[in-house]
């Protein structure tokens, strides 16, 4: 780009760790993470550009050959030189370290390597040249960290309260906050001092000899980040995300993770082998703390969750291990098949479920969060009335007296779950959920555990809606689960009982998944969740017709619940016509991801 007005070079800062990014950053540094598609330090030169800067200096030290080799393969290599720093020297030592390639210019543009704004650096660097200052700051409102002061005029007062105010001193009119962008004269390097040094220390011996000689540049509307936390920096991308262009070092790769019904969001990060998972939840996420201790309980445990790295509780972000793809999800069609590898899976998840239920007691003891909450009577009437008002009534469009009708039939359905044992359950136990990982039951999204029926998780596995089980592989398995619990839970408990109880569940489980397909099609405008409604309900039908058939057994009638006429008439009247034609005017109306 040309130069304009003298002689002019730019300066982009990339030595720091990037600590709150870590452990992505102990792999790569922070100016090369990608956003929008551009490295951040790519997105830092083309703000330069714009400003008709030509050379730029760029200071080196954490994971410095990364950014070396990226700037070398750009096709401009040429203008930029580097600044290796054996030591940090800090953001005012940055400048000793470039000194004399700096003092080649009349004027110099500093831009932080990890910044994200807008900004228009020509306007700022028209505005700094007019008003003779010897650095004009570009300034940001950001409330919770605004600590400079400046006066009404527009100059700086103070940065971090230095340097300590004087009698007579201007009353500051605005705090605002440095962006990490600022222009320069020349002369301040004379004040600059040789080795290691702050900048806000070396703006702050100008302040107090020169008043008005650092100025603020705060334009109406600008968009600025520094990018630094991982919410922030996965908050910057655009929805599709882009593969990084330029440069030959090796990237990020960042892939949206969809197909939850959460509010948090999902990110798949990876560079080379290293993978993880990012979670942001949504602000206020009441959760997110309930999250990281019960991953800490189930991980003492040995009862394999995801393994927190990070976790950030002002954020709600977590970042943890990646677990793969091979979710029971994936291999549904091994399942349907009774391919081994998929049995294999359905009977570590079938194990894992007992294995949770044994460790109820030293859950009690140790992690009282798991038991703030309980999928007890009044949970469950929540998931009938879900189901009532969500799905028939919402999405099958049945009239509201038939909906109500069903109360009493719903109700005593609550009580019969609620009577059985209360051992520790996932709450969301199907089959995205569950991953295998050198050859064990791994599980995610267990934000939800709390003390409930204890036939819900089997229940929620192999009545799962997003997967086709045989009759008679649903049946192995049920046999299986009800040795374990014998085994591990309740000697005391009969086969029968235990599959009575996991019967009864599954009747509210499947009520509350067709509940939520109905409220996340229709009001969240997820019209992926549509296409699982079928089999959501033919699993009704199906645990509805197994119950009745159950009911001569006397071990396991106490554990039933009441036969339910008019839920069973209501079903009947939901033709496979009927609900095509519900779910296809729905998708229509819909919008989003699903």
């Known amino acids: 780009m040309p130069e304009t007005g003298g002689s002019l070079r730019g300066m ?51 994971l410095g050959g990364q950014v070396a080799a990226h700037l070398a393969a750009r096709a401009d290599a040429l203008r930029f030189t580097l600044s290796p720093e054996a030591e940090i020297l800090g953001t005012g030592g940055a400048l000793d370290g470039a000194r004399d390639f700096l003092a080649q210019a009349d004027d110099i543009l500093l831009h932080n390597g990890d910044v994200l704004t807008d900004a228009d650096l020509a306007a700022l660097l028209a505005a700094h040249r007019a008003s003779g200052a010897v650095a004009t700051l570009l300034l940001v409102d950001c409330p919770a960290v605004n600590t400079v002061e400046i006066a009404a005029d527009g100059s700086v007062l103070r940065l971090a309260g230095r340097p300590e105010p004087v009698a007579g001193s201007p009353a500051p009119a605005r705090r605002l906050t440095y962006s990490g962008v600022a222009a320069f004269r020349r002369r ?7 080795g290691p040094s702050s900048l806000v220390d070396v703006l702050a011996t100008i302040i107090a000899r020169e008043p008005g000689a650092v100025c603020a540049w705060t334009p109406g509307d600008v968009n600025w980040d520094d990018v630094g936390t991982f919410a922030r920096w996965l908050g910057a991308q655009s929805d599709e995300i882009a593969p990084v262009t330029g440069g030959a070092a090796p990237t990020v790769g960042i892939e949206r993770i969809r197909g939850h019904g959460s509010d948090r969001r999902f990110w798949r990060l990876s560079r080379g082998d290293w993978a993880a998972v990012a979670m942001v939840g949504p602000p206020g996420d009441q959760e997110h703390d309930r999250f990281v201790a019960l991953a800490s309980f189930l991980a003492r445990h040995d009862l394999a969750p995801a393994a927190i790295l990070r976790e950030d509780a002002a954020e709600k972000t977590v970042v943890m291990e990646d677990l793969g793809r091979a979710s029971l999800f994936s291999l549904a069609g091994g399942i349907a098949a009774d391919a081994p590898e998929a049995v294999n899976a359905w009977e570590l998840a079938v194990d894992h479920i007992g294995l949770l239920q044994q460790a109820t007691a030293a859950a009690r003891d ?32 049945l009239p509201e007296d038939e909906t109500a009708a069903l109360a009493g039939e719903c109700t005593q359905l609550n009580a019969t779950v609620a009577a059985q044992p209360a051992p520790l359950l996932h709450r969301d136990y199907q089959s995205q959920n569950l991953l295998v990982k050198d050859g064990r039951l791994r599980v995610v999204d267990f934000q939800g555990i709390r003390p409930g029926p204890l036939g819900y998780d089997a229940a929620s596995l192999l009545w799962d809606p997003y997967v086709a089980l045989s009759p008679a592989r649903r049946e192995a ?60 309900l033919a699993h009704l039908r199906d645990v509805m017709a197994l119950a009745g058939a159950a009911r001569t ?34 998708a229509a109306n819909g919008g989003g991801h699903p």
Not at 16 to 38: E, F, H, I
Not at 375 to 390: A, I, K, S, V
Not at 516 to 532: D, N
Request: proline fraction near 8%; include cysteine.
């Open 366 to 397: 140790e992690c009282p969060v798991a038991f703030g909450i309980a999928l007890d009577e009044p949970g469950l009437r929540w998931e009938t009335d879900y189901f009532r008002e969500r799905f028939l009534a919402g999405l099958m469009g």
């Open 477 to 536: 398995l049920l046999e299986r689960y009800a040795a374990r619990v014998r085994e591990l839970v309740d000697p005391g408990l009969e086969p029968a009982a235990v599959r009575a109880m996991v019967l009864a569940a599954a009747h509210q489980r499947l009520m509350q998944a067709l509940g939520a397909y109905g409220f996340l099609g229709l009001v969240k405008g997820r019209r992926g969740f549509l296409a699982h409604v079928p089999r959501g």
């Open 553 to 586: 057994d006397a071990a396991a009638a106490p554990w039933l619940p009441a036969p339910m006429p008019r839920l069973e008439a209501a079903l009947a009247r939901l033709t496979d016509q009927d609900v095509q034609r519900r779910l296809a005017a729905a």
């Open 12 to 62: 982009i800062l990339c030595a720091g760790y990037g600590t709150r990014l870590r452990p992505l950053t102990d792999l790569v540094p922070k100016p090369l993470l990608p956003v929008g598609g551009r490295a951040l330090l790519d997105l830092a030169v083309a703000g330069l550009d714009r400003a008709g800067v030509g050379p730029i200096v760029v200071n080196t030290h954490h």
């Open 188 to 194: 301040l390097l004379d004040d600059v001092p040789v």
